[in-house]
T-cell receptor, first 113, second 114 residues
Framework: GENVEQHPSTLSVQEGDSAVIKCTYS??????FPWYKQELGKRPQLIID?????GEKKDQRIAVTLNKTAKHFSLHITETQPEDSAVYFC????????????FGGGTRVLVKP | NAGVTQTPKFQVLKTGQSMTLQCAQD?????MSWYRQDPGMGLRLIHY???????DQGEVPNGYNVSRSTTEDFPLRLLSAAPSQTSVYFC?????????????FGQGTRLTVV
């Protein structure tokens, strides 16, 4: 089955700096890569996603890039703010496998004011 | 529109007890799933269902049962609780027939087995 590795497990940045989280996946047939944000004590919520026919997607201060050849994708947060402090999860899914999501281990991001 | 609702929010069980975690969604989603969240291990799929009457095992199914008698409800049963099942459990729903769809999560159940 699919395996998703996520790095780093923790990330501390100064407010205003950029944060980058990287994920690799094992199944080259995976075709959908969402990112979820989980604030402390809350449920995970989708923040951005990318499909395998797109190399990059941007939404205000967040962007995701996908390298299908290398089987990795990354989340970029620019101009970080204290409210960006949370745990971020990447995931991969395969339509042929019924859209089952396989999650990475998560990255705890702390934005220091 | 409530989305995905889980009950209870917190539960303490003694080893060997059984219980059912409830999950209901009002979005008419075909696909529902249960995950457990443990520190450093992300969200791991326990069981999932692609529609009423159809269920299948995920990555970590041992010790858990599910059923899907209606589109709305997807309960998770712990048969004989063990300390290793101490975790936070999330139910999620997705539109199944369309590819690439957002998973909507419930608020989670924090379970402690002593």
């Amino acid at each position: 089955g699919e395996n998703v590795e996520q790095h780093p497990s923790t990330l501390s940045v100064q407010e205003g700096d950029s944060a980058v989280i990287k994920c690799t996946y094992s199944d080259s047939a995976s075709n959908y890569f969402p990112w979820y944000k989980q604030e402390l004590g809350k449920r995970p919520q989708l923040i951005i996603d990318i499909r395998s026919n797109v190399g990059e997607k941007k939404d205000q201060r967040i962007a995701v890039t996908l390298n299908k050849t290398a089987k990795h994708f990354s989340l970029h947060i620019t101009e970080t703010q204290p409210e960006d402090s949370a745990v971020y999860f990447c995931a991969a899914s395969l339509k042929a496998a019924g859209n089952k999501l396989t999650f990475g281990g998560g990255t705890r991001v702390l934005v220091k004011p | 529109n409530a989305g995905v609702t889980q009950t209870p929010k917190f539960q303490v069980l003694k080893t060997g007890q059984s219980m059912t975690l409830q999950c209901a969604q009002d979005m008419n989603h075909e696909y529902m799933s249960w995950y457990r969240q443990d520190p450093g291990m992300g969200l791991r799929l326990i069981h999932y269902s692609v529609g009423a009457g159809i269920t299948d095992q995920g990555e970590v199914p041992n010790g858990y049962n599910v059923s899907r008698s209606t589109t709305e409800d997807f309960p998770l049963r712990l048969l004989s609780a063990a300390p290793s099942q101490t975790s936070v459990y999330f139910c999620a729903s997705q539109v199944h027939r369309l590819a690439d769809t957002e998973a909507f999560f419930g608020q989670g159940t924090r379970l402690t087995v002593v």
